[in-house]
């Protein structure tokens, strides 16, 4: 009796540690004052704008991740996590409850695989070697109207396999599903990339892209597995091509290098849109448009003629005690069929951060953007200055991860 009980409590112990499983709650809420100078409001008309700003430091979040240990080296893992934003409890990413990512997964020896919605290698990339995310308010907009996805895009129905690490080298493959009937290319994308981390020195390179979506008549809905495809107009004009036409194509490469508590870093992109071939004229016409929308207007970021981009960002970190301070220029340049000059965005971000613990900090920012023949997207969401090629922003807040 007493070795049957022993036994028992043997299996059971083996089997608890066989199949240990672990499940966390996290997240990120940070909000702050926000300010720009010049919003446009009738006509040539501008005024500035203060309020209370959410997602200033980086999009807060709700998420749930889990891990199971399934024995001989092989792990379950998922992920769920949605966005919302705090100045008015909002879901983000179009009320998607969870829609910053949903995947599960498997990990072991031979790297990770995971199913789901999620970012695709572009994101991890831009992490590491753009100034993007560490000022994320301004400097979407100067990034292609984030064309490049330098700021975090997602695509459904995705299958994501990282390589595990072999000596500082990963690399990755991601593919999402169109789902549609009779045609696998239809709102279809495809991505892989590589990284390499040694020491002080880091470089990478990720290519990215989508193919068109199914439109009915002049419907812009976005219902390609890449979501990120909605701020291009390429994408998302009937008009434009046909269903299964790649329509987005982003190269992206970057690199860093650490110099004691200073990190210096660079990273260039490439966007192209294959399906913009119509002409729009020469160029903007200023003196009877005053503001256009970018990603959909002539003479802007990812608009209806906007056939290339070239983006390059250089920017460097400085640590001193409890101290972050951060600096950036980022400029793009932008074909448009049959003008003869480029349009030109130049953004100069400047930035401090203080924390105040482990998970707290607070942080200011600020900016300046200006345009050349083309339309001046803005620096936030909050509006664009119109017929004014120069905008400037204020961000002080603060942030919390738990």
């Known amino acids: 009796m007493k070795k049957s009980v022993f036994a028992l409590l043997c299996f059971s112990a083996f089997g608890a540690a066989h199949a240990q499983s672990s499940v966390e709650i996290y997240g990120v809420t940070t909000i702050g004052l926000g300010y720009v100078d010049k919003v446009t409001t009738t006509g040539r008309n501008t005024a ?37 934003t705090m100045d008015n409890g909002a879901s983000a990413q179009n009320g998607a409850t969870f829609g910053r990512r949903t995947t599960i997964g498997l990990k072991g020896d031979f790297g990770s695989f995971e199913m789901g919605r999620r970012k695709d290698y572009t994101d991890f990339i831009a992490n590491q070697y753009s100034t993007a ?25 995705m299958l994501y396999y990282l390589t595990p690490n072999w000596g500082g080298f990963q690399a990755n493959l991601a593919y999402g599903f169109g789902e549609v009937a009779g045609s696998t290319s239809t709102g279809q994308s495809l991505g892989f990339g590589a990284n390499y981390e040694k020491g002080p020195f880091g470089i990478g390179f990720a290519y990215w892209q989508s193919k068109k979506a199914a439109t009915v008549g002049s419907a812009t809905t ?13 994408c998302n004009t009937s008009t434009l091509g046909n269903a299964g036409d790649t329509c987005t194509k982003v190269w992206m490469l970057g690199a860093n290098y650490d110099i004691g508590d200073l990190t210096l870093r660079g990273e260039w992109s490439n966007v192209k849109q294959p399906l913009v071939n119509a002409s729009s004229g020469v160029s903007p016409n200023f003196n009877t448009t005053f503001s256009a929308t970018a990603g959909a207007s002539a003479f802007t970021a990812g608009g209806i003629n ?14 001193l005690g409890a101290w972050l301070f951060k600096g950036s220029v980022i400029h793009s340049r932008y074909d448009f069929v049959g003008a003869s000059t480029k349009g030109k965005l130049t953004a100069v971000v400047v930035g401090v951060d203080y924390n105040l613990s482990k998970r707290t900090l607070l942080y200011g920012m600020l900016a300046n953007l200006r345009a050349s023949d083309m339309y001046n997207p ?13 905008q400037n922003a204020l961000a002080l807040g603060i942030m919390h991860r738990f």
């Open 48 to 84: 500035s704008r203060i309020g209370l700003d959410s997602g200033q430091y980086t999009q807060s979040r709700l998420g749930f991740r889990g891990t199971e240990d399934l024995g001989g080296g092989l792990k379950a893992d998922f992920v769920i996590e949605g966005g919302f």
């Open 133 to 157: 995310s560490r000022m994320l308010p301004f400097t979407g907009k100067v990034h292609g109207n984030n064309m490049d996805r330098a700021t975090g895009e997602r695509a459904n129905n």
């Open 222 to 234: 976005n219902t390609s597995s890449d979501q990120g495809a909605a701020s291009n107009a390429g």
């Open 306 to 319: 906007n056939s290339k981009a070239n983006i390059y960002d250089i920017g460097a970190d400085y640590k």
């Open 378 to 390: 803005g620096l936030t969401s909050n509006g664009a200055p119109g017929a004014d090629n120069s």
